[in-house]
């Protein structure tokens, strides 16, 4: 039996997929590349000394997984595939309701089909908007979303719950996540933006590196600890491992009503924090300027984290100091990335 990972060339799926192999799990990878290189894959496939299953696709293809579904036996799909830009969502929803929404009613039609009833979704803590209290637990407001991006997540979430009630042998596990950051270890794996990244952490280590002047710090007058936004940063490989412990409560549970956890370390960080852990952790100065605050921005948002412990038995263990030694290993050694 074996998992089908959507987008599994992916930021997140590529280092996913290294805790799933050393887990012990069997699985394939269905990726269009739009945002993703086969670089990535050959970079895993070197990590964990195995060939995988890759096979180039788009979830809104439905032949082509139909003939994925019918030849291979899948019993379960982590499901990564998806456009994540809240800036592009804004100037392009048609694109992104198409991707996200259609794609994935698309794969759960023949999920359904085929009878592969469990499936864990990427979905993110943007579904809880901008929050009235911190931490955020699971059974906040969901819904007060700012953009096309943050509105596709939560409609595909209700679109799960609505199929385990006309079903309920479907197994659900949505996982909000938090600010995923880092890379592996190894130096070999990480986040490769197209163009100017828009996130934080990857735009401090291309300045960093040399490759951005300065970084702009989008407001300083925040109600935080020093004024600039919080955040909930966690090292992309404990989140990588949060879906292993999904996968194992899936596959471990009877009929259960979908899960829905959030994923993150529980602590908030702001943006000089990151700056300050990144200037240590590289040797780097990275030289900053304040700016006006940025539009649909929040204050604050990190997880309260005690339903992942106790439902799934996972708890974030990377520090922010690793997560920035692990970005800066992978910047400067990959200054432009998988190159391509
Ligand atoms: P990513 O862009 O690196 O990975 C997504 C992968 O899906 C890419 O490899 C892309 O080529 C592929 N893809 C896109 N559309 C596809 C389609 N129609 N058919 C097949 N493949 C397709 O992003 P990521 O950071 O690894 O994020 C993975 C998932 O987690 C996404 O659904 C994203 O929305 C969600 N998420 C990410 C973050 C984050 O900050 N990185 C936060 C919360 C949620
Ligand atoms: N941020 C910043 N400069 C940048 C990118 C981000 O000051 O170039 C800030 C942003 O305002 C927020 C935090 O860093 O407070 C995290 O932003 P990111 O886009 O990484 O994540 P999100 O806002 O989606 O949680």
Redesign the pocket.
């Known amino acids: 039996m074996k998992i089908l990972i959507?987008?599994g060339?992916?930021?997140?799926?590529s280092h996913t997929l290294i805790e799933l192999y050393n887990s012990g799990y069997n699985f394939i990878v269905?990726?269009?590349?739009?945002?993703?290189s086969k670089e990535a894959i050959k970079r895993v496939e070197k990590i964990i000394n195995k060939d995988i299953i890759f096979i180039e696709?788009?979830?809104?293809d439905t032949l082509k997984l139909k003939e994925l579904f019918s030849k291979y036996s899948i019993d379960s799909v982590i499901h990564?595939?998806?456009?994540?830009s809240v800036a592009e969502s804004v100037s392009n929803p048609l694109e992104y309701y198409d991707?996200n929404i259609l794609?994935t009613l698309n794969l759960l039609k023949v999920m359904k089909e085929f009878n592969c009833k469990k499936i864990v979704f990427?979905?993110?803590?943007?579904v809880y908007g901008d929050p009235a209290t911190t931490p955020i637990l699971e059974n906040f407001p969901v819904g007060g979303t700012t953009n096309p991006y943050g509105t596709s997540?939560y409609m595909i979430e209700r679109i799960l719950e609505d199929l385990y009630i006309s079903d309920n042998s479907f197994k659900i596990a949505i996982l909000r996540?938090f600010?995923?950051v880092g890379a592996h270890e190894s130096g070999a794996l990480g986040?490769d933006p197209n163009g100017i990244p828009n996130?934080l952490m990857p735009f401090i280590a291309q300045t960093a590196v040399g490759k951005r002047e300065y970084l702009s710090v989008f407001g300083s007058d925040y109600d935080t600890h020093d004024g600039t936004g919080v955040r909930d940063y966690i090292h992309v490989v404990d989140l990588a491992y949060g879906h292993v412990k999904a996968i194992d409560y899936l596959n471990n549970s009877n009929k259960i009503k979908p899960l829905i956890v959030n994923l993150g370390t529980g602590i908030g960080y702001s943006v000089l924090d990151v700056l300050k852990a990144f200037e240590k952790a590289s040797g780097k100065r990275i030289p900053y300027k304040i700016v006006d605050r940025r539009v649909g921005d929040i204050a604050k948002c990190y997880a309260d984290t005690s339903y992942a412990k106790e439902v799934l038995g996972w708890k974030a263990k990377k520090t922010l100091a690793q997560m920035c030694e692990d970005s800066w290993k992978w910047q400067s050694n990959n200054p432009d990335g998988y190159g391509i």
């Open positions: 959507t987008g060339a992916g930021y997140i799926g269905y990726d269009n590349l739009l945002n993703s696709g788009d979830i809104r990564f595939a998806g456009l994540k991707n794609g990427s979905s993110s803590a943007t997540k996540y600010n995923p986040e996130n």
